[in-house]
């Protein structure tokens, strides 16, 4: 249409149009609306695609609950003056209306509904073993334990569920029991001589939230059976009463316990970065602490001639023999020190007194004799179990003899004493690694040896 022909209100109408396309045009509208539907059609052809599911490792954050029972760590508050300066506190409390538990509580149905022959088997092998106090430890004989020592194959029994890394004998003369300790905080115990028909003879105790690192039972006092954790409790299994009793709540791990020959009223127990304490059943407490070690004790042993000896292990790659009538509370000053290059995770006395065998991660078993313990010497022995099997404990047998250990082959392995030498005990029915050992205080040739997968191998003789 010529322009000549628009009439007055078409060329108004062109003319706004032009000064409105040269507003646009300025503030660059048109750009920015391009870009926002551009946008826009992006964002719905994403939510529109399928989502490829990827499983994640991080967890959703929760809001903490509200905790009436916190510890000092949990509460940004430093430790106690009596703990130690440094080591990994446990991760979290033990739920406080577990502090006192009876048996039954504790007791997880497996096989049987019941633990009622269990009880009765401990109570009355006690009574008896309170009887025979005076006997002596069967000891001596024919007995060679590289040739004689055997494995039956009804001597294997699954006891817990998880790696153990506490086992020991109940202190009877004529009834066989087993107490393991696993990683779980199960306590399971073995009856050995139950009835063949009436059970299998396992039951099983859960009084701790973390792994269980000692087992103490006294020989005077077969049914109080100690245990120690990494949650920081030490319980009493008191099986007269029908109890497990918590006697002492740290905010760090306690890694061993033991006690004296000679006391049945006092616990010597390993807590923190190197600290021993002493809890007195008279007074319920703590009545003593003493700085041993740089770092963590892992084992507690007394000389059985000499019960004013104790003989430490640590994580700092020393054993010790300390005199209990001198010791100091700060820089105490040890008898003997047995030096490794790596860790050190046992150091036991032998049965009479005489020497100490120590074992190390640096592949060494180390045994000090003579008057004072001055004669040291190394045996080669692979100690390298790695982080899931517990690490290898040499123990003494039932006299000077002879040192038991675990194999990475599936085996027991048998040291000399005399000669350092090593045999290795094998039999087909060891379908795993035995890493923590136990022999029976008082009848020649029983061994068991405990694995990762909550096995028991108990060894006899033939």
Same mark, same amino acid.
């Not at 660059?28 to 499983?55: C, F, G, H, W, Y």
């Not at 004529?174 to 063949?196: C, M, P, Q, S």
């Not at 701790?208 to 690192?213: A, C, D, F, L």
């Given at each position: 249409?010529?322009?000549?022909?628009?009439?007055?209100?078409?060329?108004?109408?062109?003319?706004?149009?032009?000064?409105?396309?040269?507003?646009?045009?300025?503030?660059?509208?048109?750009?920015?609306?391009?870009?926002?539907?551009?946008?826009?059609?992006?964002?719905?052809?994403?939510?529109?695609?399928?989502?490829?599911?990827?499983?994640?490792?991080?967890?959703?954050?929760?809001?903490?609950? #509200? +905790?009436?029972? %916190?510890? @000092?760590?949990? *509460?940004? !508050? &430093?430790?106690?003056?009596?703990?130690?300066?440094?080591?990994?506190?446990?991760?979290?409390?033990?739920?406080?209306?577990?502090?006192?538990?009876?048996?039954?509580?504790?007791?997880?149905?497996?096989?049987?509904?019941?633990?009622?022959?269990?009880?009765?088997?401990?109570?009355?092998?006690?009574?008896?073993?309170?009887?025979?106090?005076?006997?002596?430890?069967?000891?001596?004989?024919?007995?060679?334990?590289?040739?004689?020592?055997?494995?039956?194959?009804?001597?294997?029994?699954? #006891? +817990?569920?998880? %790696?153990? @890394?506490?086992? *020991?004998? !109940? &202190?009877?003369?004529?009834?066989?029991?087993?107490?393991?300790?696993?990683?779980?905080?199960?306590?399971?115990?073995?009856?050995?001589?139950?009835?063949?028909?009436?059970?299998?003879?396992?039951?099983?105790?859960?009084?701790?939230?973390?792994?269980?690192?000692?087992?103490?039972?006294?020989?005077?006092?077969?049914?109080?059976?100690?245990?120690?954790?990494?949650?920081?409790?030490?319980?009493?299994?008191?099986?007269?009463?029908?109890?497990?009793?918590?006697?002492?709540?740290?905010?760090?791990?306690?890694?061993?316990?033991?006690?004296?020959?000679?006391?049945?009223?006092?616990?010597?127990?390993?807590?923190?970065?190197?600290?021993?304490?002493?809890?007195?059943?008279?007074?319920?407490?703590?009545?003593?602490?003493?700085?041993?070690?740089?770092?963590?004790?892992?084992?507690?042993?007394?000389?059985?001639?000499?019960?004013?000896?104790?003989?430490?292990?640590?994580?700092?790659?020393?054993?010790?023999?300390?005199?209990?009538?001198?010791?100091?509370?700060?820089?105490?000053?040890?008898?003997?020190?047995?030096?490794?290059?790596?860790?050190?995770?046992?150091?036991?006395?032998?049965?009479?007194?005489?020497?100490?065998?120590?074992?190390?991660?640096?592949?060494?078993?180390?045994?000090?004799?003579?008057?004072?313990?001055?004669?040291?010497?190394?045996?080669?022995?692979?100690?390298?179990?790695?982080?899931?099997?517990?690490?290898?404990?040499?123990?003494?047998?039932?006299?000077?003899?002879?040192?038991?250990?675990?194999?990475?082959?599936?085996?027991?392995?048998?040291?000399?004493?005399?000669?350092?030498?090593?045999?290795?005990?094998?039999?087909?029915?060891?379908?795993?690694?035995?890493?923590?050992?136990?022999?029976?205080?008082?009848?020649?040739?029983?061994?068991?040896?405990?694995?990762?997968?909550?096995?028991?191998?108990?060894?006899?003789?033939?």
């Amino acid at each position: 249409m010529a322009t000549a022909a628009m009439t007055d209100y078409e060329r108004l109408r062109l003319e706004n149009i032009r000064r409105n396309d040269e507003m646009i045009a300025s503030l660059m509208i048109r750009s920015k609306a391009s870009d926002l539907a551009t946008s826009l059609k992006r964002s719905a052809a994403t939510q529109n695609k399928p989502k490829k599911v990827e499983k994640s490792t991080k967890k959703p954050r929760v809001q903490d609950p #509200v +905790v009436v029972r %916190r510890s @000092l760590r949990h *509460r940004g !508050l &430093p430790p106690e003056p009596t703990q130690p300066k440094s080591e990994t506190p446990r991760d979290r409390d033990f739920p406080a209306e577990r502090e006192q538990l009876l048996i039954g509580d504790a007791f997880v149905v497996g096989s049987e509904s019941t633990d009622r022959n269990l009880v009765g088997a401990i109570l009355s092998a006690s009574e008896r073993a309170s009887l025979d106090l005076a006997k002596e430890k069967e000891v001596g004989g024919l007995f060679d334990p590289k040739r004689d020592l055997m494995l039956r194959e009804e001597n294997v029994k699954k #006891v +817990v569920e998880g %790696r153990i @890394l506490s086992v *020991r004998f !109940l &202190p009877f003369w004529d009834r066989t029991v087993i107490v393991a300790g696993d990683k779980l905080g199960n306590v399971g115990f073995w009856d050995v001589d139950v009835e063949e028909g009436d059970s299998d003879g396992v039951y099983v105790y859960v009084p701790h939230s973390g792994p269980v690192s000692g087992i103490s039972v006294h020989p005077f006092s077969p049914a109080k059976i100690f245990t120690c954790s990494y949650d920081g409790l030490i319980r009493l299994m008191d099986v007269q009463d029908g109890t497990f009793n918590m006697i002492h709540s740290s905010d760090y791990l306690i890694y061993s316990i033991c006690q004296s020959p000679v006391n049945t009223s006092t616990i010597y127990f390993a807590e923190g970065a190197g600290e021993l304490k002493l809890w007195d059943e008279r007074t319920g407490r703590v009545s003593h602490t003493w700085d041993l070690h740089e770092k963590r004790i892992n084992t507690i042993d007394f000389n059985p001639e000499n019960p004013n000896m104790m003989a430490t292990s640590s994580r700092d790659g020393m054993a010790r023999i300390w005199d209990l009538r001198v010791l100091k509370k700060h820089q105490p000053d040890s008898l003997k020190t047995v030096k490794h290059r790596c860790a050190v995770h046992s150091a036991y006395f032998s049965p009479g007194g005489l020497q100490l065998a120590t074992t190390s991660y640096d592949d060494t078993v180390g045994i000090a004799s003579g008057v004072n313990f001055d004669d040291q010497s190394l045996v080669k022995h692979d100690n390298q179990t790695g982080r899931w099997i517990s690490s290898f404990r040499a123990i003494w047998g039932w006299d000077d003899s002879h040192i038991f250990l675990g194999n990475m082959k599936r085996a027991v392995d048998i040291i000399s004493a005399n000669s350092r030498t090593t045999t290795s005990v094998f039999s087909e029915y060891m379908t795993s690694i035995g890493c923590r050992l136990a022999a029976h205080p008082h009848t020649l040739g029983k061994l068991a040896s405990a694995t990762a997968g909550g096995k028991v191998f108990y060894w006899t003789r033939t």
